[in-house]
């Protein structure tokens, strides 16, 4: 199969078509399955990688990878599709890449919200937040706008309206651009500015945009921090109401190898992280430091800036936000990121802006900076010149103004594959830095004679990854990781004397807590990351036991001994 498209957005037919074309391009390392169907019985599609000669999945560390959860970022799982692209093509030459699949997994959901995405690149698109379940009502406002493309040129634009009390005015420089009047300003000429769409029940004198009946946030509806739609809006009836969040929080707790994650969305070019409800001083202290040396990473190899929800990211400096997908390491401890595709503002030279807050205040410079960047950079698909219109209901409007979905809500088709081809090495590197079990030594010696010759079987492990075994202080706090679990098998007539057939055991650590070189305080524990075990095994010369060691995050090891 030909590489897939990364200068447009594929519907979900295409998007089934190209999951399953990698998996029968390569067999070996990819493998597709529906873990679930969406609310109008699309199936949700996800792509297993790994190298399956080095060992199944589910023996792996793994790491989770999904896109596409609100509707109209369609970018996003041009972010999965780009990153399965990368690593199933690149194995065998990129030596990352190969390590990563030879040793680890990767679960990749191309797109959690099939029926939104579809909506929105439907040729009468159709924007909603996220699932298309009518909630919390099931009927439609009779009166309102409802936004559509209303003239038919296939954009969703803005309507201007002139009205002497308007908010808003030509800029000086450039009277395409609407800027907000001044606070005293009287006299001019003033416009209301409202989304394109159709209107039902106009009285003539006020406006409104009716609440949509697909109410829903799909990311609100995640079991951490949920709270209900009186406090946050869109959230479900209950956490995991919904088929599509229900899918994914059914896979992650049965796949308790999960170390980590990464939910594309759009838009702010940044990369997002813990917590959204909580300051940072209620974190771990050693989760923060792991989080920063994460993000810095991420900072280097993408070029966007990874910042704290609570701390940066904030709709409200009053409100914060529950039920998302923050879930993975709220509850399960694993270290996940919310990225946030695509920055127009920082692609229009404006540098020095504070994400979220923009939106509620910034200078009209930045207007015009944003304008010119649409004209020169964009053939003017950003920022569309008025042009007057004969509303059906509210008569004579103008239609121009920003276009939201091709220019902000998601990179414009030419900048597409720049955009997302930012991310596979940073996913990648995240994978290689989880724990990983592997085998040290696997012996036994003669510990006797007697009746039957007695045998000291020892089996030593280690994680070599630069996380602990157990990923988070967190997971350990919240009791979702055991310590690694140990078995011996014995055949041939062999009888165990001394230790068990399975135990519990402790944990690993790994290289992420250590001090730096110039530090002088001792590390008492010198090789904390490994884990010997023994057993006391009676048996004729020339059986053999078999040894079995698994931690559910940090993979599997096995060894056959033979008692010689
Ligand atoms: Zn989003």
Known sequence: MPAPPFDRFLRYAELTDTLHGFARDHPGLCSVASIGRSHEGRELWLATVTNAATGPADEKPAFWVDGNIHATEVAASAATLYFLHTVLTQYGTDADVTRALDTRAFYVLARSNPDGAEWALADQPKWIRSSTRPYPLDEVAPEGLVVEDVDGDGLILQMRIPDANGLWKAHPDDPRLMVRRAPAEAGGSYYRILPEGRYDGYDGHTLRIKRAKEGLDLNRNFPASWRQEF????????????????AVVDFIVNHRNITGGTTFHTWSGVLLRPFEHLSDDEMHAEDLWVYQALGREGERRTGYPAISVYHDFRYHPKDVIGGTFDWLYEHLGAFVWVVEIWSPMREAGITDYKYIDWFRDHPPGDDLKLIRWSDEKLGGIAHKGWRPFDHPQLGRVEIGGWNRFHAFSNPPPAFLEREIARFPSWIVWQALVSPKLELVYAGAERAGGGEGDTWKVTLVVQNTGWLPAYVSKRALARKTV??????????????????????????????????????????????????????????NAGASVDLVARHE?????????TLS
Not at 497 to 503: P, T
Not at 511 to 538: M, N
């Open 553 to 561: 995050k940090a993979g599997v090891v096995r060894a056959k001994v």
């Open 482 to 539: 055991r310590g690694l679990v140990a078995e011996i098998a014995l055949t041939d007539g062999a009888t165990l004397v001394v230790g068990k057939a399975r135990d519990e055991h402790g944990q690993l650590e790994g290289r992420a807590h250590k001090h730096t070189g110039v530090s002088f305080w001792p590390d008492y524990h010198v090789t904390d990351d490994r884990l010997k075990l023994e057993w006391v095994v009676r048996a």
């Open 231 to 246: 406090e946050q809006l869109g959230a479900g009836p209950y956490p995991a109401s919904e088929p599509e969040v229900r």
